[in-house]
């Protein structure tokens, strides 16, 4: 309840005399509590204490002449069996770096085998990296001009997009299994990918046109079909972001006066910078742009390995090899614009789906720098347990843009902004670890390369106008885009594992501190002064794996109102809804040498080059076209292609992972546990 204006004086003096009164004795304590602080203390009398050093030990003089001497203790002669010599009947001396020879000869013409140094150099050792990047965007916008009808519809792409992710995942050749994910097991994970490689087959789905090749031979593929060349960004990308790069203009001629050819660069020459206002995002150019597509979504992985590599590999148990590429690109496609009534439309470009993968190995031969002869030295590294190369990438991206818009032009220029939203994500490994002449493992080793991209576009376009149509619609001129790269430098070639790196594998898994003499005979280590070995306990594990996905749905509805419209000289009215762009780029470059792999067990390789496309231009806009092939990609998938399927009446939203399952960041945990 408001008081009267004197109770209202009265309490404002009170309230000012209180307030006086407490700013006094707050400043009376204060002063008191100053005077303590200023007041000196008493800090009593300063000890010293004096310190006095002394040492027995004292520096030498300057030894020009310093020696290297073995951090390591050699092995005493009488651990070392002989073998003897049937060749030249001379003896073996090693270095005596390593090794003392005894002082008395051995009574038999016999060749010692030179000792192993361990610890001379540092193992390799693992590395893991695990990268998952998301966009997620919702970029709906609703224009209604006043006093206009409203519009008839609303477009939303959920219900479609639902239905075109089924579609993709129905059409994808494998998925990319967690690390571990099987039996616990590296063999066991290893043999999973490759039993899901066999069973890849092209989906039987209408509509779909797709390729599928389990051939080795190097080479570009595009569409399935054989290539010279990979298609590069410049050559597909839609005619929008092409038209605002700034054509090269032609270096002007020499004025008088200017440094001859060849001169030295003075200061005194240096012209006038002219700085230039830099331009205004806001800038808006002759004519009328509306555009409410020209969205970008592109993924980008590229990864760089020289981790691990020799010449000469003995695996004790198995090999699983495996290289493998799927693409898959859904686009759906239905205009509703009656660019039969705007003079030259009929020449506006296309949309475009396009898959190209290359698959190649190049040779590197291994280049011996030292002289002839047999190895002097033998320098052995171990690894206790499993050694791991693991790269882990996962790509989405998820674009919601669709607009419903009313537009009445009245000015001259005008730009209306409704897409052109870009969502990016870019990962780039480069991983240099180690190089050795002999790799020994003493389980299995699995090398394994996976690529997955997939493309979701869906752009159903309602452009309306009422007499006075525009100068240009745009409501096509899409891409869809997978670039894949798997390279390998350095070709393998694998034999049956015998003789002395078998033996070399088997006293090196029981504990022995020796090679077998025998080794150091092998033509591969002939000219080598140092023989670098490495020795994993354990398996080799070599994953990487790059998963991609984009999913777009830009499905728009503009109505212009142009009737009482008159365009300047020049002012032409464009209307882009098309020109969306969504882009998987991945390579994958693996770094070595020619290696001969010597296997004790069995080899398994395999390698898969799948491509797949479905471009749909006969659905309903509003999305009802592809229900039954969805339906009928589900039925696909009930089949035991692919598990755990999400569903699509109760989908409302779009799922950020295309498998359903969530994927975990930690891809790795039961490896890792």
Same mark, same amino acid.
């Given at each position: 309840?408001?008081?009267?204006?004197?109770?209202?004086?009265?309490?404002?003096?009170?309230?000012?005399?209180?307030?006086?009164? #407490?700013?006094?004795?707050?400043?009376?304590?204060?002063?008191?509590?100053?005077?303590?602080?200023?007041?000196?203390?008493?800090?009593?009398?300063?000890?010293?204490? +004096?310190?006095?050093?002394?040492?027995?030990?004292?520096?030498?003089?300057?030894m020009p002449g310093l020696g290297f001497f073995s951090p390591f203790t050699p092995l005493p002669a009488a651990s070392l069996l002989p073998v003897v010599n049937t060749t030249t009947g001379?003896?073996?001396?090693? +270095?005596?770096?390593?090794?003392?020879? =005894?002082? $008395?000869?051995?009574?038999?013409?016999?060749?010692?085998?030179? =000792?192993?140094?361990?610890?001379?150099?540092?193992?390799?050792?693992?590395?893991?990296?695990?990268?998952?990047?998301? *966009?997620?965007?919702?970029?709906g916008d609703v224009?209604?001009?006043?006093?206009?009808?409203?519009? #008839? %519809? %609303?477009?939303?792409? $959920?219900?479609?997009?639902?239905?075109?992710?089924?579609?993709?995942?129905?059409?994808?050749?494998?998925?990319?299994?967690?690390?571990? @994910?099987?039996?616990?097991? /590296?063999?066991?994970?290893?043999?999973?990918?490759?039993?899901?490689?066999? +069973? @890849?087959?092209?989906?039987?789905?209408?509509?779909?046109?797709?390729?599928?090749?389990?051939?080795?031979?190097?080479?570009?593929?595009?569409?399935?079909?054989?290539?010279?060349? %990979?298609?590069?960004?410049?050559?597909?990308?839609?005619?929008?972001?092409?038209?605002?790069? #700034?054509?090269?203009e032609a270096p002007e001629e020499a004025e008088a006066g200017s440094l001859p050819e060849g001169a030295s660069f003075t200061l005194s020459d240096t012209p006038e910078p002219e700085l230039d206002a830099p331009e205004s995002p806001w800038e808006v150019g002759d004519g009328h742009k509306i555009t409410s597509g020209a969205n970008q979504l592109v993924n980008e992985a590229a990864v760089f390995t020289s981790w691990l590599d020799a010449p000469v590999i003995a695996v004790m148990k198995d090999v699983v090899s495996v290289d493998a590429i799927s693409q898959v690109n859904v686009l759906v496609e239905f205009d509703v614009d009656e660019t039969d009534k705007i003079p030259g439309m009929d020449k506006e470009p296309g949309s475009t789906a396009l898959n190209t993968a290359s698959l190649n190995a190049s040779s590197v031969p291994f280049q011996v720098e030292g002289g002839g002869g047999v190895p002097s030295n033998w320098v052995v590294a171990k690894v206790e347990g499993d050694l791991m190369v693991v790269n882990w990438i996962e790509q989405h991206n998820f674009m919601l843009d669709n607009e419903n818009v009313q537009i009445e032009l009245s000015s001259q220029t005008s730009s209306f902004v409704l897409g052109e939203n870009k969502a990016v994500n870019v990962t780039t490994l480069s991983e240099i670890g180690y190089g050795y002449d002999l790799i020994i493992i003493g389980g299995n080793m699995i090398d394994i *390369?996976?690529?997955?991209?997939?493309?979701?576009?869906?752009?159903?376009?309602?452009?309306?106008?009422?007499?006075?149509?525009?100068?240009?619609?745009?409501?096509?001129d899409n891409l869809a885009f997978n670039s894949a790269t798997i390279s390998s430098n350095g070709v393998d070639s694998y034999t049956d594992l015998d003789g002395a790196l078998e033996q070399?594998?088997?006293?090196?898994?029981?504990?022995?501190?020796?090679?077998?003499?025998?080794?150091?005979?092998?033509?591969? !280590?002939?000219?080598?002064?140092?023989?670098?070995?490495?020795?994993?306990?354990?398996?080799?594990?070599?994953?990487?794996?790059?998963?991609?996905?984009?999913?777009?749905?830009?499905?728009?509805?503009?109505?212009? /109102?142009?009737?009482? !419209?008159?365009?300047?000289?020049?002012?032409?009215?464009?209307?882009?809804?098309?020109?969306?762009?969504?882009?998987?780029?991945?390579?994958?470059? *693996?770094?070595?040498?020619?290696?001969?792999?010597?296997?004790?067990?069995?080899?398994?390789?395999?390698?898969?080059l799948y491509q797949a496309e479905l471009?749909?231009?006969?659905?309903?806009?509003?999305?009802?076209?592809? +229900?039954?092939?969805? *339906?009928?990609?589900?039925?696909?998938?009930?089949?035991?292609?692919?598990?755990?399927?999400?569903?699509?009446?109760?989908?409302?939203?779009?799922?950020?992972?295309?498998?359903?399952?969530?994927t975990a960041p930690d891809v790795l945990t039961t490896m890792l546990a």
């Open positions: 309840m408001a008081l009267d204006q004197t109770t209202e004086m009265l309490a404002h003096f009170i309230g000012q005399f209180e307030i006086a009164t #407490e700013t006094v004795r707050l400043k009376e304590a204060y002063a008191a509590f100053r005077a303590m602080r200023d007041e000196a203390p008493d800090l009593g009398d300063l000890l010293t204490v +004096s310190i006095r050093f002394t040492s027995s030990y004292a520096l030498d003089g300057f001379a003896g073996f001396q090693p +270095s005596g770096v390593f090794y003392a020879p =005894p002082s $008395t000869p051995p009574a038999l013409d016999v060749v010692v085998p030179p =000792p192993i140094a361990f610890g001379a150099m540092g193992p390799a050792g693992s590395v893991i990296t695990v990268t998952y990047q998301l *966009n997620v965007l919702d970029d224009i209604f001009v006043p006093g206009a009808a409203p519009l #008839e %519809m %609303m477009i939303r792409d $959920t219900e479609l997009v639902q239905d075109a992710v089924v579609v993709a995942k129905a059409m994808t050749a494998f998925n990319t299994p967690e690390p571990l @994910s099987q039996d616990g097991s /590296a063999l066991g994970y290893g043999m999973a990918v490759l039993g899901d490689i066999k +069973s @890849s087959k092209a989906p039987d789905l209408e509509g779909v046109t797709a390729t599928l090749s389990r051939e080795a031979a190097p080479g570009v593929v595009i569409d399935g079909a054989k290539a010279d060349a %990979m298609v590069t960004t410049a050559d597909v990308l839609p005619e929008f972001f092409l038209s605002d790069e #700034e054509e090269t *390369n996976m690529i997955s991209q997939s493309n979701v576009l869906i752009d159903n376009d309602i452009v309306t106008f009422g007499d006075v149509p525009p100068d240009a619609v745009i409501s096509s070399a594998g088997q006293d090196l898994g029981a504990g022995a501190d020796m090679l077998p003499g025998k080794l150091m005979h092998e033509a591969a !280590f002939n000219g080598l002064d140092v023989v670098r070995v490495l020795h994993i306990d354990g398996d080799y594990v070599a994953i990487n794996a790059i998963t991609q996905t984009n999913v777009l749905g830009d499905s728009d509805q503009v109505a212009l /109102a142009l009737d009482k !419209f008159e365009a300047e000289p020049g002012a032409d009215v464009v209307v882009t809804t098309g020109s969306n762009t969504t882009m998987n780029l991945a390579t994958l470059v *693996n770094f070595g040498v020619d290696s001969s792999i010597h296997v004790g067990g069995d080899v398994y390789s395999d390698a898969l471009i749909d231009t006969s659905a309903d806009p509003l999305g009802v076209g592809i +229900s039954d092939l969805a *339906n009928e990609a589900v039925a696909f998938l009930a089949d035991g292609l692919i598990e755990d399927v999400p569903s699509i009446e109760d989908s409302v939203m779009i799922d950020p992972v295309l498998d359903g399952g969530g």
